[in-house]
């Protein structure tokens, strides 16, 4: 039977060493023993960006990027769309099990008696200038709620873990239409705790005088299945930052500021803007081929395709397309489908995309459907947020209870100047041009 290990020789020396295979995985760490010579630190891997790396074991989201495959403790993202809600999704992403009758009431429950905040967070938020991003507002709102929950320093105990989650997910609806009401210049609402999680948020966001917000349900159904879409992702930036910031034991309020923040860049969360903004651009079908020409050229990207992980079609996407129509039938169609959908035909018969495995992801229909909603672009990232919240405590929790994990510090690969004297100051020689403009360069 064919041995589970890896040999390798290092030609510097001629040796062979045998190292262990587990999961189709070797570990980083016994590549040290591979030396030239006694003193040698040993052999490490270079992985910028740690595009093949795992930084963990984990039990909460599996994506099988060729395949086209995510599911949340293995239940297939298909059928949670189709079936669950996000709240009972994030009862699944949390506790690893789907819960009876009783266990999703009491967790609605648990969620939604951590829905207000307190006061002074509101005096907070005034503070912001008024046409502060609400991601901004998001990332200094939820970093202080650990002022307010300083038992949330207690990592360790299962019981302030559990609580700092419901408080987190029960909140952050609350922030985000802070954050909202803000920037439009417009009275906080607060919580409505007989409406639906989703719904709540709705009201907390759109309510003007009436007495009682009533969600029109299939926007409120919309929003809901854009969270249930949005809850994991496994180790991407943000879930990383959640881990590496959690792990020097730091309360899950700063951990959670840290992971916003990675959701707020461009390249993470604000995805789905570009894709609104380049269709926008485009502004009508019979333009398309003239954006395909650059884009081929290696001039401009095209924005809500391609993905690191998935190199098949983003089935959270597939999902998306779906639902925009339905959403369209309230709100009436957004003009930029016709592009998207133009696009993507076009795109997927191209062999410059289809050999490169290029395909949309969630991001292409995803701002579509937030924009016919009445969203503005700049909350775009922080719907993402919203949601994610449940796998980013999902995953903290995991990790700290991870007796392999320890408090997260690559190594480096140093390729700067050697030892040397420091000069005073006086007998420092003169730069030439071409190193003072290095040195701007930096
Ligand atoms: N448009 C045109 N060409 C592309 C695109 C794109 N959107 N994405 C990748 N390519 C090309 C690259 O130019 C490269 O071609 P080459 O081999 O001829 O050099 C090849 O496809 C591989 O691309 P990489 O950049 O190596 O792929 P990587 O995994 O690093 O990037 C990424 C993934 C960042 C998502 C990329 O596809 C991209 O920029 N897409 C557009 C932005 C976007 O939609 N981001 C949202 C991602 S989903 C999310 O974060 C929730």
């Known amino acids: 039977m064919a041995k589970n290990t890896l040999t390798i020789t290092d030609n510097r020396t001629g040796k062979q060493y045998e190292l262990p295979i587990e999961n189709d995985t070797i570990r980083a760490g016994d590549l ?27 039990k909460i989201t599996f994506i099988d990027g060729d395949r086209g495959i995510l599911r949340y403790r293995g239940y297939p993202i298909e059928e949670l769309a189709e079936h669950s809600n996000y709240l009972e999704t994030a009862y699944l992403v949390v506790k690893g099990e789907l ?6 009431q009491m967790w609605e429950h648990n969620v939604k008696v951590h829905t207000m905040v307190h006061e002074n967070i509101k005096k907070f938020m005034e503070g912001f200038r008024y046409d502060a991003h609400p991601m901004g507002m998001l990332v200094g709102t939820i970093g202080a709620l650990s002022t307010f929950y300083p038992d949330a320093a207690n990592i360790h ?11 987190l997910i029960g909140k952050l609806p609350t922030l985000a239409a802070f954050a909202y009401r803000q920037s439009r210049g417009l009275p906080y609402i607060y919580p409505d705790n007989d409406l639906s999680y989703t719904g709540n948020f709705l009201s ?3 309510r003007m005088t009436e007495l009682k917000y009533k969600p029109n349900p299939v926007l409120e159904r919309a929003l809901d299945l854009l969270f249930i879409l949005h809850a994991d992702h496994e180790q991407n930036c943000s879930t990383n930052a959640m881990r590496s910031v959690g792990s020097s034991q730091v309360d899950p309020y700063s951990a ?62 597939k999902i998306l397309k779906k639902a925009a129509y339905e959403v369209f ?23 410059y995309f289809v050999s490169r ?20 672009t700049a909350m775009f990232p922080v719907l993402f947020a919203i949601p994610r919240t449940s796998g980013w405590m999902s995953q903290w929790a995991e990790m700290v209870r991870d007796e392999e994990q320890k408090i997260a510090r690559p190594r480096q690969v140093y390729i700067g100047e050697g030892p040397r004297s420091y000069i005073p100051i006086e007998k420092r020689p003169v730069p030439t041009m071409r190193e003072e403009a290095v040195a701007e360069e930096i």
């Open 157 to 167: 105990d299962l019981e302030s873990r559990r609580l700092q989650t419901r408080r």
């Open 329 to 351: 039938e309230v709100t009436g169609a957004n003009p930029l489908i016709e592009i998207a959908l133009e696009l993507e035909r076009i795109a997927l018969q191209d062999d």
């Open 204 to 206: 907390m966001l759109f």
């Open 99 to 104: 819960p009876d009758r009783k266990r999703l």
């Open 357 to 376: 495995k290029l395909y949309p992801n969630v991001d292409f229909y995803s701002g579509i459907i937030y924009q016919a909603m009445g969203f503005p």
């Open 32 to 58: 040290r023993q591979i030396k030239v010579s006694a003193d040698d630190f040993g052999m490490m891997t270079y992985d910028p960006a740690f595009t093949n790396t795992a930084s963990c074991k984990s």
């Open 256 to 317: 959670t500021a840290a992971a916003v923040a990675a959701l707020y860049g461009p390249l993470h969360g604000g995805a789905n803007e570009a894709v609104v903004r380049m269709l926008t651009e485009i502004g009508s079908v019979d333009r398309i081929p003239e954006l395909i020409k650059k884009v081929k050229a290696g001039e401009r990207r095209l924005m809500g395709f391609g993905h690191r992980v998935y190199k098949n079609y983003d089935p959270r996407a």
